[in-house]
């Protein structure tokens, strides 16, 4: 069981816009930043996004990250076959004193 | 532009020790105040192992707190990670990665599966 909650899968055709949350606790999310990773098949985690909404250079902009209280999101617009992936949020947790992961989404373009 | 590469036995036996790794190149290891281990099972999630700040401390995983050193040496530009008494759930691939603020983690290495069967 992860600490923070996300959907297994989502899915849109090309061309749409997809949206991935995460879910946390006052301990986690609710009190730090938020960063997300995408997993391409077969190839390590990238950093997408990062202080829960900034963009690394290189990274699109249909890339985008927010937060709201204890949920953070991620968008994608114009969804492109190149987005099939797994994405994962991620955070610092003051409770544990550990970083804690979501248990990742299957993003699938129709 | 930083790069990490991971090495280390691929195959361990069960109770003994996983021993990886990290050998940053492209920079100085002393580029980032953070550096981190990451594993990910077979067709599962994400699981923070621990970090270790340039000075020495470090941080680890409740979970395998226990069982887990996190080393660094500046000199050889590398960081390194100990699991004792392995079982078959440490099966998975050993990612290292660069700790940015806030606890972005940019960039990762490729990965190296251990695989801890007799």
């Known amino acids: 069981q992860s600490v923070l909650t996300q959907p297994p899968s989502v899915s849109a055709a090309p061309g749409q816009k997809v949206t991935i949350s995460c879910s946390g606790g006052?301990?986690?999310?609710?009190?730090?930043?938020v960063s997300w990773y995408q997993q391409l098949p077969g190839t390590a985690p990238k950093l997408l996004i990062y202080d829960t909404s900034k963009r690394p250079s290189g990274i699109p902009d249909r890339f985008s990250g927010s937060k709201s209280d204890t949920s953070a999101t991620l968008g994608i617009t114009g969804l492109q076959t190149g987005d099939e992936a797994d994405y994962y949020c991620g955070t610092w947790d003051n409770s544990l004193s550990a970083v804690v992961f979501g248990g990742g989404t299957k993003v699938t373009v129709l | 532009q930083v790069q990490l590469h991971e090495s280390g036995p691929g195959l361990v036996k069960p109770s003994g020790t996983l021993s990886l790794t990290c050998a940053v190149s492209?920079?100085?290891?002393?580029?980032?105040?953070?550096w981190s281990w990451v594993r990910q099972p077979p067709g599962k999630g994400l699981e923070w192992i621990g970090e270790?700040?340039?000075?020495?401390?470090?941080n680890y995983n409740p979970s395998l707190k226990s069982r887990v050193t996190i080393s660094l040496d500046k000199s050889k530009n590398q960081f390194s990670l100990n699991l004792s008494s392995v079982t078959a759930a440490d099966t998975a691939v050993y990612y290292c990665?660069?700790?940015?603020?806030?606890?972005?983690?940019?960039?990762w290495g490729q990965g190296t599966l251990v695989t801890v069967s007799s």
């Open positions: 990665v660069k700790v940015g603020g806030n606890w972005g983690f940019d960039p």
């Open positions: 270790i700040y340039l000075r020495g401390t470090t």
């Open positions: 492209g920079g100085s290891i002393s580029s980032s105040n953070w």
């Open positions: 006052s301990s986690n999310i609710g009190k730090n930043f």
